[in-house]
């Protein structure tokens, strides 16, 4: 049996036209004001604000600068997220809801600033963002999210027609928004960085962080940064100090792009929760064309059929938007606080000098530039000047407790897969079972080994336990990768960390030991 074809070509176009970066591991021991772990917007942002502010700063980063999430993120730059403001309002009042929007109000014109400040080409526009439903039945949660937008302080209103070209059921439409190239934008801001001094280490993956004065974050192979402040900016955090595992559920959702005619191509930003949530934006490409992003069809790392899934996508994209042959296809990995907000601040509630950016639920772009600004502050001591660090204090304890069915629910699911995943019998029976290019989990001398077969026959085996807590891991045949369902971690089919939370690859195996 032959895996099926899917459209376009395997990987993210901000990374396939950008170039790659060269920075040398981090060798011996170093010290600085802060370590950043992690090189994505969060990460540099946060080292960023923190140069400004005349720290000395070292990034570490475990694979490529910009190359992870942020690297793979659709680039919308908008304080309208979804459904959020109704939300917000309902579940942790309308001061939270004023307080989330006016961060995040703050993180969008921050980043138009830098752009401008630094004169960064990164294809930056503005642009309305839009929230729509295209299902009649879905008009109420429309206009109750535009009036609760516009209660939160932002300048949203609900209209009846967008430039979609097909029928919507009503719209929440907030202007003067951003798009942007990511990597375009990362690579521009890593340079000034290392021009003010800052020190970024690539292929440095941090496996421990030690708190003290001063505090010590080490690298797989023994490398330290000494430093007197750790910001931990890894997405997932990679070191669990304050229950933050069992605070967020990982998602991945899968991007198809394709060129369509510029004057054919929406200019605006859209999202919707109707058909299994869809997001729409497009993006220059060259003269005459702009390149159509699409997302859409969510699902929990190690589930789901994938490859169905990005046909399915492809499918809606084409149906309803003239373009050409599909370009690109890649996916995104994304966090849900169980509370909705993210969490930024103190890493938990003994910490002095540790602190952590995670939770962005899909709105890392904001998030991101929203942490930077927030973990600066806090770690030069004027925190308390931005109104809004509490509603993102990690340490948060009232909305946590109102999420409890939410942290339930997650942790059911959790415990769901650690306990149900070793009693399911994969698709295949014994390694022999296992055509090319498929991959499952099999049973060696009792221990589960997750077996890849390449195309060309040859096998590659490793322990099917994910580093992280132990979860089993699945096989994701669209991206070829293992993933565990549990946190979201992935490796690829010679075990390396390709996500975290994960730090340490999986053992190889023989899956043939008699």
Request: glycine residues 8%; charged residues 20%.
């Amino acid at each position: 049996m032959t895996v099926p074809s899917l459209p376009g070509q395997a990987g993210s176009y901000w990374m396939l036209s950008t170039p790659e970066t060269s920075f040398p591991p981090l060798r011996g021991t170093t010290t600085a004001d802060v370590a950043v772990v992690g090189a994505g917007i969060a990460g540099l942002s946060t080292a960023w604000e923190l140069s400004r502010a005349g720290r000395s700063v070292v990034v570490l980063e475990a694979d490529r600068v910009a190359a992870g999430v942020t690297g793979h993120t659709t680039a919308k730059v908008s304080a309208l997220h979804s459904l959020v403001y109704q939300n917000l309002a309902r579940k942790q009042g309308r001061d939270a809801a004023r307080l989330y929007a006016a961060a995040q109000h703050d993180a969008v014109e921050r980043l138009a600033s830098v752009v401008e400040e630094l004169a960064i080409d990164c294809d930056l526009e503005r642009a309305a963002a839009y929230t729509y439903g295209t299902d009649p039945a879905s008009r109420p949660d429309i206009e109750a999210e535009a009036r609760a937008a516009a209660d939160a302080g932002l300048p949203a209103g609900y209209v009846t027609t967008t430039e979609l070209p097909f029928a919507k059921a009503g719209a929440v439409r907030l202007s003067d928004q951003l798009q942007f190239h990511p990597r375009k934008y990362l690579l521009a801001l890593v340079r000034e960085l290392t021009a003010r001094g800052v020190r970024v280490f690539e292929n440095s993956r941090v496996t421990k962080l030690s708190e003290g004065t001063p505090c010590r974050v080490t690298t797989e192979d023994g490398s330290q940064v000494v430093a007197r402040d750790v910001v931990v900016a890894t997405h997932y955090p990679v070191f669990d100090r304050a229950l933050l595992f069992a605070r967020m559920s990982p998602r991945r959702e899968l991007v198809v792009a394709a060129p369509i005619a510029e004057h054919q191509a929406p200019r605006g930003m859209y999202i919707t929760e109707d058909e299994g949530k869809r997001s729409v934006r497009s993006a220059p490409l060259d003269p005459g064309r702009r390149l159509l992003v699409v997302t859409g069809e969510s699902f929990t790392p190690g589930t789901g059929d994938p490859h169905a899934s990005f046909r399915e996508l492809d499918s809606w994209m084409r149906e309803r938007f003239p373009v050409e042959a599909t370009a690109y296809r890649w996916a995104a990995q994304d966090n849900d606080p169980s509370d909705t907000v993210p969490l930024i601040g103190a890493f938990h509630p003994g910490a002095r000098h540790t602190w952590v950016a995670t939770g962005f639920g899909g709105w890392g772009m904001t998030g991101g530039v929203l942490a930077g600004r927030l973990l600066a502050a806090l770690v030069t001591g004027v925190g308390e000047a931005l109104p809004w660090a509490g509603l993102h204090d990690p340490r948060r304890l009232a909305s946590t407790l109102k999420q409890a069915p939410t942290l339930l629910r997650q942790q059911a699911e959790v415990a769901q897969h650690f306990i149900g995943d070793r009693l399911k019998a994969g698709p295949a029976n014994s390694v022999e079972d296992i055509p090319p290019g498929r991959g499952t989990v099999v049973r060696v001398e009792g221990r589960p080994c997750a077996v890849y077969r390449a195309p060309d026959g040859s096998l590659n085996a490793v322990s099917a336990r994910c580093t992280h807590l132990g979860c089993l891991v699945a096989f994701n045949e669209a991206e070829v990768a293992w993933e565990c369902p549990c946190h979201g971690s992935r490796f690829g089919v010679d075990g390396k960390v390709l996500h975290g939370p994960a730090v340490h690859p999986l053992e190889k195996r023989d899956p043939f030991v008699e």
